[in-house]
C-alpha cells in the first residue's frame, strides 16, 4: 500500500503479483531494464461468474453484504463494480480506476486494438487460464524456472454452476465483454502457437499433469490439501 518505503529500505521488488494496472505506481519502483512483465487472460463468462462468486464467497469483501442477495443478472446489470464489462482489457489500457473508462470515449474496436497492443508490446509472455499448463511449462522453459508445480488455492467456497445460468444472461456477460473475448482467443492462438514452438505437445502435457498430481499429493499429506 505505501511503495515509498521501498526507498527506505534501499530496496527494489524482485517479483510483484496482483491485479495491478500498467500505470500503477508501483512500476515507478521497479527496475525497468530487468522487468520480466507475464499475464494472464481468463475465458470472460468464467471469469465474471468466478468474481461474483468470490465476493459472496467473502465476508471481509467490501461489497458482500450487497452482492450475496444479487442473483448473477442482477450483479452484471448493476454499477457497483467496472469488471463486468470488458475489465480485462479496461486493466491493460489502466481504465479501470475511477471509471476513467466512461469518461475515454473509445469504441470496442479501438479498445481491442490498443489492449492487443498492450499485450503484445508490453509483456514478455501471455497466457490464459485455461491453458495453465501450457502456460507454465512455456515460463519453464522461456525463464528457465526450476519448480513449476503447483497447488490451486483460495478458491470461491460458493460456486455457481454455469449451467444453471440462463441462456439470456450467458447473452448478456458475453455482450459486455465482447472485447475481452476478442483478447482471450488471440492469447489463446499465440499460447497455441508458441507451445508448438517449444515443443509443448499433448505427451508433455500429460506428463506433467501425472507429475503435478503426486506433488499435489505428497503436500496435501504434509500441509493439508489445497485442491
Same mark, same amino acid.
Given at each position: ?6 526507498? =527506505? ?10 491485479? *495491478? ?46 452482492? =450475496? ?47 492487443? =497492443?498492450?499485450? %503484445? ?14 502456460? *507454465? ?32 444472461? *450467458? ?7 465482447? *472485447? ?12 497455441? %502457437? ?34
Amino acid at each position: 500500500n505505501n511503495p515509498s518505503i521501498l526507498f =527506505k529500505l534501499k530496496s527494489c521488488v524482485r517479483c510483484h503479483l496482483g491485479h *495491478v494496472e500498467l500505470n500503477d505506481i508501483i512500476y515507478q519502483f521497479l527496475d525497468r531494464k530487468k522487468l520480466i512483465n507475464i499475464t494472464l487472460l481468463r475465458e470472460p463468462l468464467e471469469r465474471v461468474v468466478s468474481y461474483y462468486d468470490h465476493i459472496r464467497s467473502r465476508h471481509r469483501h467490501i461489497l458482500h453484504d450487497e452482492v =450475496k442477495k444479487m442473483s448473477i443478472e442482477n450483479f452484471i446489470e448493476s454499477d457497483l463494480v467496472n469488471d463486468v464489462n470488458n475489465g480485462q482489457a479496461l486493466r491493460l489500457l489502466g481504465l479501470l480506476k475511477q471509471k476513467n473508462h466512461i469518461k475515454d470515449g473509445r469504441d470496442n474496436s479501438e479498445l481491442y486494438n490498443d489492449a492487443k =497492443k498492450i499485450l %503484445t508490446e508490453c509483456f514478455s509472455i501471455i497466457g490464459t487460464t485455461n491453458q495453465f499448463d501450457h502456460f *507454465v511449462i512455456n515460463c519453464q522453459i522461456l525463464l528457465n524456472w526450476s519448480d513449476i508445480y503447483y497447488q490451486k488455492l483460495n478458491q470461491s467456497t460458493l460456486k455457481t454452476p454455469k449451467l444453471e445460468i440462463r441462456d439470456d444472461v *450467458v447473452d448478456k456477460i458475453y455482450k459486455l465483454n465482447e *472485447v475481452d473475448l476478442q483478447l482471450f482467443n488471440f492469447v489463446t492462438g499465440l499460447n497455441e %502457437t508458441r507451445a508448438d514452438e517449444l515443443g509443448v505437445d499433448d505427451d508433455v502435457i500429460i506428463e506433467f499433469r501425472k507429475k503435478n498430481q503426486i506433488f499435489n499429493e505428497l503436500t496435501s499429506c504434509r500441509y493439508g490439501s489445497g485442491m
